[in-house]
């Protein structure tokens, strides 16, 4: 064969071969192509632009960050309907998830007659075993129901103290409910008196931590009131009201309306209270008290349903049988009216009297007339059994033609004059007179039930009780605002010192702690921060501990002075809080100082919301509320 032939063939094979990799070549690109171009259609029509598409040859590969796993199974699934699944590489990521929020810690407890039950979420860190064995001391015999979930997530700051504090409180709460959170107690609870709860009130407010914060919802059902009691007096003084009860709030207003218009002044006080002995109470109080404003003097008295009208000496016997004439014909069932005119009295002749006076120092005397000596015995006893027996001095005499009452009426004012700081009874054949003062806001009222019970319906008395303040127990105490000016004050003229960077408090200061301390007596239970202040020079983390050291050496110089600081907290806030500029000496001096900070109650939070819907919410930890202070300074830090 010639050589030329040869070469023929050899081109022509290999022209073919080329032709066959350029054909093969461009197959691969469009079946590339064609599979890049309809899947990314496909993921686009889905929605999926985040995911990227690539082909080579006959493998397709998907890349990008998919928001779920779901949705990267979907991409996956839609890829495949395009070209086969084999083909499909799957290089995409999921897109991180936030980490899971953990779960509100709240718990309810709830305790009344029938047992005691406790549900909420608690942290794993809480031992669940040791609640319970408080809740089943606090239940007693009575039932527990536990309701307690517990996930496995850090304990919230404040949750311990929260915790702690809302069990210590249900010892003390036979009827309540006790909501906690991390940081944050909700109390509501019911008591026998409103005694009761403003002790309840005080030693919850004691025994809370500092920085704890405490909403209290303490009511107290309206007192049982027997006999049901109302009695106004309208004479030369004006009118007035020794005992004023009411079965609701519609007839206290009916009733302190009726009165004004008798012509009472001041801001009217009446008790509204259970034993009503009608509930047609207030139409017959606001008639009887229309009726005495007619006669234009004397007393009403209401004793359950029997009603004591005397007018006063002088009255016209017409105008009185006209107005006693209408007031029985209006009255409602039930009611009893008795009606009583004094004869007018020679001013030349007094009646026989019993006179019983209480001094201011506690001195009794006993001076009148007696009916015999067993009275006299007997009178005489029981006035040192109330009022002691060194206090007491006897100067009665023994006359005869007394009334037979005579024996009831002397015993039941001298346990009327009990109810007294100071004052006299005076009991005369046709009354009963209370006069003094006295310490207790209710005096009143309690002396007039006490008369109208012990005397009967159809006797007169009266009673002249002044309330003072000043001899009140409780009222007669500062408030704590008050104690925090009065703080204020002594700080104002004599600062409290330090020796220089140190916590030892200055011998010149120390009269001030005196000071300070004797007022904090008088204050009871309050919560009180004492903080520490300093100024910026130093380093920030010395200032601080510096500004602790100090608050807690105020605090113990307290305690070394026998004050109660159980409800006291001390704080250092080292250069945080400056009050004045720091440039000048002046400033600096201004900011190292001790202030002495109300811890007042929390903003009431918003009604509503249960423990079982709170689970899933976020934590509610906050920060305890802001409060006004009063400051002192220091020497240098």
Not at 89 to 94: R, T
Not at 428 to 434: G, H, R
Request: hydrophobic content about 40%.
């Amino acid at each position: 064969m010639r050589l030329s032939s040869l070469l023929v063939i050899v081109g022509t094979f290999a022209v073919a071969a080329l032709l066959s990799l350029v054909a093969a070549n461009l197959s691969v690109k469009l079946i590339e192509e064609s599979s890049e171009i309809g899947v990314r259609d496909a993921l686009d029509g889905r929605g999926m632009t985040w995911a990227e598409v690539q082909a080579d040859g006959l493998q397709v590969t998907l890349a990008g960050i998919a928001p779920t796993e779901a949705v990267r199974f979907a991409a996956l699934s839609t890829a495949g309907t395009v070209v086969d699944a084999a083909r499909v590489i799957d290089d995409m990521q999921v897109e991180a998830a936030a980490a899971i929020a953990p779960p509100r810690f709240s718990a309810e407890v709830l305790r009344n007659d029938a047992g005691l039950s406790i549900i909420g979420l608690m942290p794993a860190s809480t031992n669940r075993d040791d609640v319970l064995d408080r809740v089943r001391a606090i239940s007693g015999d009575l039932p527990v129901t536990d309701l307690i979930e517990v996930a496995d997530y850090p304990a919230p700051d404040g949750w311990a103290d929260a915790l702690g504090f809302s069990l210590t409180a249900m010892e003390r709460l036979p009827r309540a409910k006790v909501s906690v959170s991390a940081g944050r107690v909700a109390i509501t609870a019911i008591t026998d008196s409103a005694e009761e709860k403003a002790k309840l009130e005080a030693q919850l407010n004691r025994a809370a931590p500092p920085g704890l914060r405490v909403r209290l919802d303490i009511a107290a059902p309206r007192p049982v009131i027997t006999p049901f009691t109302l009695r106004l007096v309208k004479d030369d003084t004006g009118t007035r009201f020794d005992a004023c009860s009411a079965d609701t709030d519609a007839s206290r207003t009916r009733i302190l309306n009726a009165a004004f218009e008798a012509g009472l002044t001041g801001p009217g006080t009446c008790t509204v209270g259970m034993g009503v002995p009608s509930p047609n109470w207030g139409v017959a109080v606001e008639q009887a008290i229309g009726a005495l404003a007619n006669l234009g003097a004397g007393t009403i008295t209401f004793s359950d349903a029997d009603i004591t009208l005397v007018a006063a000496e002088g009255t016209a016997q017409g105008d009185f049988d006209r107005v006693v004439g209408e007031l029985e014909n209006q009255l409602p069932e039930v009611f009893a009216l008795y009606a009583k005119l004094p004869e007018t009295v020679d001013p030349d002749q007094g009646p026989p009297e019993f006179v019983a006076t209480l001094s201011p120092e506690g001195l009794v005397q006993l001076r009148g007339r007696l009916t015999d000596d067993n009275l006299r015995n007997v009178a005489d006893s029981y006035a040192k059994a109330a009022f002691g027996s060194a206090n007491v001095y006897t100067a009665t005499r023994v006359v005869d033609d007394l009334p037979n009452s005579w024996p009831v009426r002397v015993l039941t004012g001298l346990e009327a004059l009990a109810q007294l700081s100071n004052g006299a009874v005076t009991v005369t054949p046709d009354t009963v007179a209370v006069s003094g003062n006295t310490g207790n806001p209710k005096a009143s009222t309690t002396i007039a039930s006490l008369l109208a019970t012990k005397l009967g319906e159809a006797e007169d008395f009266d009673i002249s009780v002044t309330y003072q303040e000043k001899l009140d127990p409780v009222a007669a105490l500062p408030t704590p605002d008050e104690c925090e000016a009065e703080i204020s004050g002594i700080l104002a003229g004599s600062k409290i010192t330090f020796e220089p960077s140190s916590a030892t408090i200055d011998a010149s200061a120390l009269g001030t702690m005196d000071d300070i301390a004797e007022v904090l007596r008088e204050c009871g239970d309050i919560r009180l921060e004492i903080q520490g202040h300093t100024d910026s020079q130093g380093r920030e983390e010395m200032n601080l501990n510096l500004s602790q050291a100090r608050a807690q050496s105020v605090l113990n110089e307290l305690r070394a002075r026998r004050v109660l600081t159980a409800s006291y907290s001390a704080k250092g806030y080292g250069e945080t809080d400056p009050i004045a500029d720091n440039e000048g000496e002046e400033g600096r001096e201004a900011n190292r100082r001790i202030e002495f900070k109300l811890i007042r109650p929390a903003p009431t939070a918003p009604e509503g919301e249960t423990t079982l819907e709170s689970i899933a919410g976020t934590s509610d930890t906050g920060e305890a509320a802001t409060e006004d202070t009063t400051g002192t300074s220091d020497e240098q830090n």
